[in-house]
């Protein structure tokens, strides 16, 4: 393996993490792979000593005088605004971040506790790591979680440069792509991105609950990458979602126009202009998604794809991209297919598109079953 | 490569295709490569040219009087019961068999249409090839479209079960997966695993037209599984949508039930009730989800994932696909996981979960960076 993260730390530490869930506990597990010092508290006593247990740092004690150069706030999304305005009061000369997925929420509810001063919220930087599992608590963590996954900055207009640069190389510390911008430009941003996907991923999918069972054999890729994010924490999506309401509304209103006009035209379809409207729908999809960066945050790519038949057996994959490998071309992207009640796959490949015929040509003469 | 297709055939030919697009003349491709006599007949001089010359059979000449054994009918959804008419007047001892992706509508043209017999409709039989693909035309056709897709038989009640066996044969012949229901038993499956989800899609996508770029660039794999189905073409869909409209949009009007609640739940978010409303939806589409089948057919099943960093270079993920066909464990799925701006991947891998322990121990005694 090349992948090494021994470049030095930005951060001098300590560290105080405060919430050793999932989050949490990754960060502390990051940094101290790096050799950073790490004080852990959570007001579970047993989710605490489970993260100091797997290295994620040590616990604070009640009487521990240390004063940490960064409190990183992991708590639950609707205590967060909560211990930040403690931990800017506890620790006056630390930068406080929090990781909430929503940040205009927090960031409003600081402004207007009269215990925190202007001096205090120039030490304060909302952030969001955009990262995560299917799992959750501190067993589940991981110091590379971050690893090359966004993670975004909020700075207010109150705070200082020194602690968004403290912020800024927490991130950078934990192996994260910074990036910056506004709590709403943020909120904005997710709502859409994020919490608009995860809503009608779960729309749809909730109308499979009654589906007979005939009617699911036939399901083909297509539904199975739709309904994917549908499977998320029923317990963590109410927070987010009720925490970004206000923008995430605004958007369903817009979804709710198009499937209304939708829902008029199917009524009618042998209406003047149905055909019209239909295609119009189709064609707005295609735009949209057409806008969706590349996966090395290019511009949109349109990359060739080609099939290749394989048996679904051990290895059968393996030594296809070995060939594809000594062949001296780079994957951009794969998709396994396989079909109801057949042990053929077919894995879906796609390269650069001036790419495309080599590998074609180089696949076929070596006895491959190549669908163009 | 242990894929082969060197079984007997069932078909004895000859077939006419009329319609020789993508899919008519990947028929002609398959059954021609499988020994079996095929006749080509377009409105189009030059398309039907094309699929001759490719190998997809031989054009039908005006004064050709091959008695064909079965006529299918290849044409665009809304001529396809007109086509298919002609075709059982024209070829009294043929089975006729379309692949239309709509079926009821067809069925019901034909049983309305006075120049028809019930004898001539027992020779007929409704049928659905789901394969496809994002090209169309004779030129983008293969032999290999339909291997291991399912292909959906609809007879009527009218249907004689020599024209059934016929129409299940060209199926099996070109390696398909073939089920049998009522066309509207198909129409309403198709409309909930096909249709919904491509407008579910097209809707979500279409929101991203006007998104700020610092926003698109937050986007993650969420978003591009929701949205990717959202790149199909619009003529195609028009017809389809079009045709089956009255069963798309019964459930429409359940997305659209369910988005009102959720608006009105999002509206009032601090209202009683709300949390438990928001957490409904997301426990609503976990139980949808969790009802699509496994990819092999059997009942859906629950893989274990787990994820290993790899350098973005040509031969990595070949290399760690054959250490893990090294130690005889079999992919049940595959993903790769770049981030914007950075070239690290993630591979993310799901096995049976039996097997994920022994594979995270292998891997990592291997040197692998497994992110568990």
């Known amino acids: 393996m090349t992948v090494t993260n021994n470049h030095a730390t930005h951060l001098a ?154 912020a800024r190389e927490l991130a950078i510390d934990l192996g994260a792509l910074v990036s910056q911008m506004s709590a709403e430009e943020h909120d904005g941003a997710v709502a859409l991105i994020s919490h608009l996907p995860q809503v009608m991923s779960s729309l749809l999918a909730s109308r499979l609950q009654d589906t007979p069972a005939h009617a699911l054999s036939l399901s083909g890729q297509g539904l199975r990458d739709v309904t994917r994010i549908a499977a998320s924490d029923p317990a963590l999506w109410v927070q987010i979602l009720g925490a970004n309401a206000p923008r995430l509304v605004t958007h369903l209103y817009g979804v709710r126009e198009d499937l209304n006009r939708l829902i008029n035209t199917l009524e009618h379809p042998e209406a003047d202009g149905a055909r019209l409207d239909l295609a119009q729908l189709i064609s707005e999809g295609n735009a949209g998604q057409a806008r969706i960066p590349g996966k090395h945050g290019g511009p949109p790519q349109a990359f060739a794809w080609l099939t290749v038949l394989v048996d679904d057996r051990p290895g059968q994959i393996a030594r296809l991209l070995t060939e594809i490998g000594e062949e001296g071309i780079n994957l951009e992207d794969l998709r396994l297919d396989h079909s109801a009640g057949q042990d053929v796959g077919m894995v879906e490949i796609s390269v650069l598109p001036g790419k495309r015929q080599q590998l074609v040509d180089y696949l076929s003469t070596h006895g491959w079953k190549v669908l163009q």
Chains 1, 2 share one sequence.
């Open 13 to 166: 530490g300590p560290v105080l993490v405060l919430g050793t869930g999932l989050l949490g506990t990754s960060i502390g597990l990051g940094l101290r792979a790096r050799g950073i010092e790490v004080l852990l508290s959570d007001p579970s006593p047993s989710a605490q000593a489970v993260a100091q247990d797997i290295g994620a740092g040590r616990i604070l004690a009640p009487e521990d005088r240390t004063a940490p150069q960064l409190v990183v706030v992991a708590a639950p999304p609707d205590v967060t605004a909560r211990v930040v305005s403690e931990a800017l009061r506890r620790y006056p000369d630390a930068v406080v971040v929090d990781i909430a997925s929503v940040k205009a929420a927090v960031l409003a509810e600081l402004r207007q506790d009269t215990a925190l001063s202007a001096q205090d919220l120039a030490r304060y930087v909302g952030t969001h790591p955009m990262a995560g599992r299917e799992k959750s608590g501190p067993v589940a963590a991981r110091g590379e979680l971050f690893t090359s996954m966004p993670w975004v900055l909020c700075p207010s207009d109150l705070a200082a440069p020194e602690a968004v640069k403290t």
